[in-house]
T-cell receptor
């Protein structure tokens, strides 16, 4: 079945450093979504990418969708302590039906 | 807007008993609701997809007779864990779609189930 792999599993950075998490699907995706889950909280939607090669920015966060629509990345510039949490990518390979397969997540720790 | 609630937030039950978890969309009509399971420090595993008024679609490996899902209205879906065992202990999270952007899922706060 469809699998979504995400690396790294954990990342510790000093405040101000950059951070990147990578997501790779075993199959071509119709779209990919990114979520953030704070410790003890529930996932919160960040963004959706649909088009091949798409790049979207949200302040310090940059999201990319690969040309083949099988991989994606999230890059955070100049991390802050508020960026702490687990970032999940979630792929929709079933034709925009909303059924998502989540990656394992990358847990980000930021040292002040 | 687009708030999803879950009840209870945590529950402890004895082995062999059944537990019902409710998922409600408070300010929108959810055409589809999803149920996930999350183990500590792990990812969300999709258990089933439910549409109002129809039978839920279960993912491979998820026992439909053990995890009963009812989606009786556009604002309420329930998950009943029947004859619970300690290995069913987990964090169960629901999400609902239909609150704004069609593709966006709004997640509930989750229910922590502990089976003793």
């Amino acid at each position: 079945g469809q699998q979504v792999m995400q690396i790294p599993q954990y990342q510790h950075v000093q405040e101000g450093e950059d951070f990147t998490t990578y997501c790779n699907s075993s199959t071509t995706l119709s779209n990919i979504q990114w979520y953030k889950q704070r410790p003890g909280g529930h996932p919160v939607f960040l963004i959706q990418l649909v088009k091949s090669g798409e790049v979207k920015k949200q302040k310090r966060l940059t999201f990319q969708f690969g040309e083949a629509k099988k991989n994606s990345s999230l890059h955070i510039t100049a991390t802050q302590t508020t960026d702490v949490g687990t970032y999940f990518c979630a792929g929709d390979g079933s034709g925009n039906t909303g059924k998502l397969i989540f990656g394992q997540g990358t847990t980000l720790q930021v040292k002040p | 807007g687009a708030v999803v609630s879950q009840h209870p937030s945590w529950v402890i039950c004895k082995s062999g008993t059944s537990v019902k978890i409710e998922c409600r969309s408070l300010d929108f009509q959810a055409t589809t609701m999803f149920w996930y399971r999350q183990f500590p420090k792990q990812s969300l595993m999709l258990m089933a997809t439910s549409n109002e008024g129809s039978k839920a679609t279960y993912e491979q490996g998820v026992e439909k007779d053990k995890f009963l899902i009812n989606h009786a209205s556009l604002t309420l879906s329930t998950l009943t864990v029947t004859s619970a065992h300690p290995e069913d202990s987990s964090f169960y999270i629901c999400s609902a779609a239909g609150g704004g952007r069609a593709y966006e899922q709004y997640f509930g706060p989750g229910t922590r189930l502990t089976v003793t």
